[in-house]
């Protein structure tokens, strides 16, 4: 049974950090690609950053790109996304999610979800 468990969410300033990590069982993180999805109030989700499950190619919307680096942990079966100098438009629940193609977490879709942590960008 497939499990994504999200943490590290929070209330953060503008320009500030914060790491979001996400807890794989079920499987390896071999076996799926895995990424983040975001979803803010009345907008459409959003594939943040994900890595392929083959050959490790990361990649990230144009939105993050320089700002967010996401890497994993095989010995701990974790994903982590580390986001810095944070706006107020990357409010938003972030979501875990897995899936078979890569291509599908780029575009905001998967077979697997977490729960959602709840990120909050305000002064």
């Known amino acids: 049974q497939v499990q994504l468990v999200e943490s590290g969410g929070g209330l953060v300033q503008p320009g500030g950090s914060l790491r979001l990590s996400c807890a794989a069982s079920?499987?390896?993180?071999?076996?799926?690609?895995i990424g983040w999805i975001r979803q803010a109030p009345g907008k459409e989700r959003e594939g943040v950053s994900c890595?392929?499950?083959?050959?490790?190619?990361?990649y990230y919307a144009d939105s993050v790109k320089g700002r967010f680096t996401i890497s994993r942990d095989n010995a701990k079966n974790t994903v982590y996304l580390q986001m810095n100098s944070l706006k107020p438009e990357d409010t938003a629940v972030y979501y875990c999610?897995?899936?078979?193609?890569?291509?599908?977490?780029?575009?905001?879709?998967?077979?697997?979800w977490g729960q959602g942590t709840q990120v909050t960008v305000s002064s």
């Open positions: 999610a897995a899936d078979s193609r890569v291509t599908r977490l780029r575009v905001g879709e998967s077979s697997y």
């Open positions: 890595i392929s499950k083959s050959d490790d190619r990361t």
């Open positions: 079920g499987f390896t993180l071999d076996y799926y690609a």
